[in-house]
């Protein structure tokens, strides 16, 4: 069952004072995105929409030059894969308390800006503020206040309107609006909660219903009444209830979680980048991940960050995803970090297994393939930010076996080298476990199995290797912290293997780049993608062969590109930078890994010159577009998704990487130079 639930509260300036003196926040991050929109269809995501709290309902602004008030939705994500189910919500409706004389009010100014949405209004004598903000991950609160510069009664009304051929029928039931979402068995009510005894009217009529107090507010000269609009979105058993929420202190607990949240971002910083642009495109980078901040509901457990909710297949989490939504929350919401990753972790297999992803029904999981493994950096970097120690006890058996899992599943020649792979021996799955689905090392791939539900394909993959190189690092510090010497001994023993095994058989000393090698024949597959620098992020190579794959990188033929780090060479004759998905497009996380194994190694100059195309060269970062999947190395021009997650923490970790949990990265010794 889904409840809409709106209540109306009304409170006098001199009882609120303390509450009325908290700010909107610096117009320095006003409309770093741009949340102006209206939808054409139930399912128009053709604009961007503002989510927060882990909240599963989000509203946008109206449209430029729509001066009506109130706000576009509820955009209702749990509802299938996601559909409208608001056309307008909070609409205002004012008239004086004599004679019941419209007041017509003119729009001064609407804006988005970081945790709420704020629009600004006129009449004669009357100054008028609409702010929508989230108490909790339940309730979306629209913050009315009302401000005269004479005494004067109004009275007061809120107005919604449902989505055409979306809503159902709605019909007033004792003090409720009840809605039955259509093919789903669920429903929307909508309550009326009294404040100060106020009493309410309600009316509901085809697409519309309207709210009413059935007295005049009283306004006193310069003072400022507030009243409140609830907008609560459930989905529990018909006995739900909304949560109670102090509408007193929802908005400044709003306000002090946001400026921790900007503390963060201010230390945004990268050679070459006025400052001022690093803060915004980090709050930016916030917004997007936590635009797509889902609570529990449904088969998900835990909090976590979806991939984008622009796109309608990605309502759920999923594992490599996850790693890096975490490595990146972990510098400013380290709480959300940890859920993130106990989501992914709740459905792991006892033997070690996880899930490629999760949804919030556990029928649309996908147990095919799994993802590279990242959990164990990530790990650490919250454990460096949040000191939990009880944290790293908690999940440091669940990475060991997904670590052991590896050697067991994906490794067919038994020579402690791994490959991709599928439980289903398919090799679109196997594909799908590397993360870079139709990359082009895949072309000529064929699968070997290794057991029952095990699949390898013919190829150990230098990426995937270098992984659990660095996972088996992260582990071996692990067991250091958690006092358990004889783990780590052994960690450092498997990572010294996997690294000694990758220099031998993966790098190329003809090429200069470390490739793929075929099981079948030991010969290398001289595709030259991100995977050739992951070994330098992850510190499996020597400092000869990072110098080699840097010239490398700096080639503007193959990586150097405007926009660099292309997932593809651009000298490959399938490059492919507006279509080829991972043939040739710029993908975040893999640009970042890229400058991060620069920098290790000591090519400083080169990482922060290409780092700075990443920021200038993406088409929009520095104004109010929204971060996309992936961009065109060419032109910087943004494809697929908007709002794209991992884009965002990739970003995040670019710009605060100096902010970064010791340890957690590369890093030097006092005279400069770099340890691993």
């Not at 590279?372 to 650490?380: G, N």
């Not at 995937?464 to 780590?488: C, F, H, T």
């Not at 001289?526 to 992850?538: M, N, Q, S």
């Not at 930078?577 to 993908?587: D, L």
Request: proline share 5%; net charge positive; with cysteine.
């Amino acid at each position: 069952m889904v409840l809409l639930v709106f209540a109306l509260g009304v409170g006098a300036a001199s009882s609120s004072r303390a509450n009325e003196r908290v700010t909107v926040g610096p117009r320095a991050y006003f409309d770093v995105l741009d949340i102006h929109g209206s939808p054409a269809s139930a399912q128009d995501r053709s604009f961007n929409i503002f989510f927060d709290a882990g909240a599963w309902q989000g509203y946008s602004l109206p449209p430029e030059g729509d001066g009506t008030t109130g706000f576009i939705g509820p955009f209702v994500h749990s509802w299938g894969s996601g559909r409208w189910a608001g056309k307008r919500f909070a609409l205002l409706s004012l008239r004086t308390g004599i004679g019941h004389v419209p007041i017509v009010l003119r729009q001064v100014s609407s804006h988005s800006a970081p945790g709420y949405l704020v629009r600004r209004f006129a009449a004669p004598h009357l100054a008028v503020g609409e702010t929508l903000f989230y108490a909790d991950s339940w309730s979306a609160v629209v913050r009315i206040s009302l401000t005269s510069s004479e005494g004067q009664s109004i009275t007061v009304a809120i107005g919604g309107r449902d989505m055409r051929g979306t809503a159902p029928d709605q019909v007033v039931d004792g003090g409720d609006v009840v809605q039955r979402l259509a093919d789903s068995g669920w429903e929307l009510v909508t309550q009326l909660q009294a404040s100060n005894e106020a009493t309410r009217s309600v009316t509901a009529s085809g697409r519309d219903y309207r709210i009413a107090l059935s007295q005049p507010v009283r306004l006193s000269a310069h003072h400022t009444t507030v009243v409140y609009v609830v907008q609560s979105l459930l989905d529990h058993a018909p006995a739900a209830r909304v949560p109670p929420i102090d509408l007193a202190t929802a908005w400044r607990r709003d306000r002090e979680r946001w400026a921790s949240y900007l503390r963060a971002a201010s230390a945004a910083h990268l050679r070459g980048l006025p400052d001022e642009t690093a803060r915004r495109v980090v709050v930016k980078a916030m917004e997007t991940l936590l635009g797509n901040w889902r609570a529990p509901r449904g088969s998900l457990h835990h909090a976590g960050v979806i991939p984008s909710y622009s796109n309608p297949d990605f309502n759920g989490f999923w594992a490599w995803d996850s790693w890096k939504h975490a490595a990146a929350l972990a510098v400013f919401a380290p709480r959300l970090a940890r859920s993130q990753m106990r989501a992914m972790l709740d459905y792991q297999k006892p033997d070690g297994m996880i899930p490629d992803c999760i949804f919030i029904d556990k029928a649309a999981d996908n147990w095919r393939d799994s993802k590279p493994p990242l959990a164990t950096w990530a790990a650490l970097r919250i454990y460096r930010v949040s000191g939990d120690r009880a944290f790293l006890e908690e999940l440091y058996p669940q990475l060991v076996r997904y670590h052991d899992w590896w050697l067991r599943k994906r490794d067919h020649a038994h020579d402690g080298l791994t490959e991709y792979g599928s439980t289903d021996g398919t090799a679109t799955a196997a594909k799908w476990e590397s993360g870079m689905d139709n990359a082009a090392r895949f072309d000529h791939i064929r699968m070997l199995r290794n057991g029952k539900g095990a699949w390898s394909i013919d190829q150990e993959s230098v990426d995937l290797n270098s992984y659990l190189y660095r996972d088996a690092v992260e582990l071996a510090r692990m067991a250091s912290i958690l006092g358990k010497p004889r783990d780590q001994a052994r960690w450092l023993r498997r990572a010294a293997s996997i690294k000694a095994k990758m220099q031998s058989r993966f790098f190329d000393e003809k090429l200069g780049y470390f490739f793929d090698v075929r099981l079948s024949t030991g010969r290398p597959v001289t595709t030259y993608g991100p995977e050739g620098w992951i070994p330098l992020w992850a510190g499996a190579a020597s400092q000869r062969e990072a110098n080699a794959v840097a010239r490398v990188i700096r080639d503007p033929r193959k990586f150097a590109t405007f926009m660099p780090f292309p997932s593809l060479a651009a000298d490959d004759p399938r490059f492919s930078p507006v279509t080829g998905y991972w043939r040739g497009p710029v993908w975040l996380d893999q640009a970042y890994f890229g400058v991060e194994g620069l920098l290790r190694y000591g090519h400083d100059r080169l990482a922060e010159r290409l780092a700075l195309r990443l920021v200038l060269h993406a088409k929009g970062l520095t104004g109010d577009a929204p971060i996309y999947e992936n961009y065109d190395p060419l032109t910087g021009v943004g494809y697929q998704s908007r709002n794209f997650s991992w884009s965002a923490a990739s970003y995040i970790l670019l710009l605060l990487r100096h902010r970064a949990p010791a340890g957690t990265e590369s890093s030097r010794d006092p005279k400069g130079r770099v340890t691993r």
